[in-house]
């Protein structure tokens, strides 16, 4: 669990140098374009950046945390990257490869994508609550009950089904409490 919570540091690290370098790039009125993009994706924190979020997150965060804010932060970044012209992103590659940030990709898309990846495979066990930066309109939801789930959770969970909601069922892993499953509901 260390291993990867050094790997989530590190990359939350870049992906801030990287929104930071945005700053400089975007207009003004691209900047109000991505503010209401960020808060459209529910990725929007105490600024239009998250920055103290992240930093928080940096310094003394668990890997929970790490994760979150660098979910968070590659949402931020897929959406500077949607609203910049070519020559923006040009002058963007090379303010990332001035702040430090050096990689084949200048925004390390492919880098944060596989630390996301082996990330949530680690903490698929112990990782509960929501994702705030899932796509817009969605909410994944997992619920991890202390005992078997009883018929009013089951009630609960077609009414949610009847509203539209995907739920499923998945036994909880084996070294957790026998006879309880894990529900989930997006």
Same mark, same amino acid.
């Given at each position: ?5 050094? @790997?989530?540091? !590190? ?11 945005? *700053? ?14 960020? @808060?459209? !994706?529910?990725?929007?924190? /105490?600024?239009?950046?998250?920055? =103290? /979020?992240? #930093? ?9 945390? *790490? ?31 001035? &702040? ?5 990709? &200048?925004?390390? =898309?492919?880098?944060? @994508? #596989? ?7 680690? *903490? ?10 899932? $796509? ?10 202390? =005992? ?11 009414? *949610? ?11 909880? $892993? ?13």
């Amino acid at each position: 669990m260390k291993n990867i919570g050094n @790997e989530l540091r !590190d990359e939350l690290r870049a992906a801030h140098a990287i929104i930071r370098t945005v *700053l400089t790039v975007l207009t003004f009125d691209q900047k109000i374009q991505w503010s209401n993009a960020n @808060e459209r !994706d529910n990725v929007i924190g /105490e600024g239009m950046t998250r920055a =103290d /979020e992240r #930093k928080d997150a940096i310094e003394r965060g668990c890997v929970d945390a *790490l994760y979150r804010e660098l979910k968070c932060a590659d949402r931020i970044i897929v959406n500077a990257r949607a609203l910049l012209t070519h020559h923006q992103c040009e002058l963007w590659a090379d303010a990332i490869r001035l &702040a430090g940030v050096v990689s084949r990709n &200048a925004t390390r =898309d492919d880098v944060r @994508e #596989k630390a996301l990846r082996r990330a949530a495979q680690e *903490l698929s066990g112990s990782w509960f609550g929501f994702d705030p930066a899932g $796509p817009a309109e969605s909410v994944t939801v997992v619920m991890l009950p202390t =005992d078997a789930m009883s018929a009013e959770h089951a009630a609960f969970l077609r009414g *949610l089904e009847r509203l539209g909601a995907l739920v499923f069922s998945m036994p909880r $892993p084996a070294d957790q409490r026998a006879g309880a499953g894990a529900m989930c509901a997006a």
